[in-house]
């Protein structure tokens, strides 16, 4: 491997992260993100989860396409097959948290199952075949956006529990002051758009 290489998945891991971030650039994701924030620990929890689901994900999901789905000239099934095993990680990871951590399990509650349909998981998969990824820059992109996703989803968390002891209007609270936060932080991540 090449210094030029290890470059490109540098820019790869970068971009994924904080430029196109899954939730605050791509808006995949939102209903965790909105849901889970709520506390850091339920937020920290849930982007562990996502690291690992997303991560995996990308490794299964381009080995298949590489090594089944396009020599086979089966492309077309991609997502029935991405769905499909995204679903059985996640029930391995429901699985684990439920005998590992019971009260993370009740806090993270229906949005753990929901990482099945987590269209940040599907929409990785589905842009490491898009884009040409091999195997490393896959997982590479995998972890970057799952990174990016705990990230921000841990930025909300930590925003969200300091609102409550603000005093916001009656208007605002609740959902409105979450959706104009989620706002701004998508805003400011913007801002790293010049680092690549």
């Not at 020599?71 to 699985?95: C, D, K, N, S």
């Not at 349909?117 to 075949?129: D, R, S």
């Not at 921000?152 to 409550?164: F, H, T, V």
Request: hydrophobic fraction near 55%; charged fraction near 10%.
């Amino acid at each position: 491997m090449n210094t030029n290489y290890f470059v490109n998945l540098l820019i790869i891991l970068i971009s994924a992260a904080f430029i196109n971030n899954v939730i605050l650039s791509q808006f995949l994701g939102i209903c965790p993100f909105l849901g889970i924030s709520n506390k850091i620990k339920s937020a920290v929890g849930m982007g562990f989860a996502v690291i690992f689901v997303i991560t995996t994900a990308s490794i299964l999901c381009s080995l298949i396409f590489q090594y089944i789905l396009s020599p086979m000239e089966l492309g077309y099934l991609q997502t029935i097959v991405f769905i499909i095993v995204i679903a059985a990680l996640v029930q391995f990871v429901e699985m684990v948290v439920k005998k590992v951590s019971p009260p993370l399990y009740d806090a993270l509650g229906v949005y753990l199952p929901l990482i099945t349909t987590n269209c940040a998981v599907l929409g990785v998969a589905l842009l490491n075949v898009e884009k040409g990824f091999d195997l490393v820059e896959s997982i590479v992109n995998g972890f970057a956006s799952a990174l990016g996703f705990t990230i921000s989803i841990i930025l909300m968390a930590g925003i969200r529990e300091r609102m409550e002891h603000n005093n916001i209007p009656k208007t605002l609270k609740g959902f409105p002051i979450t959706l104009i936060t989620a706002t701004l932080m998508a805003m400011a991540f913007y801002g790293f758009a010049g680092l690549v």
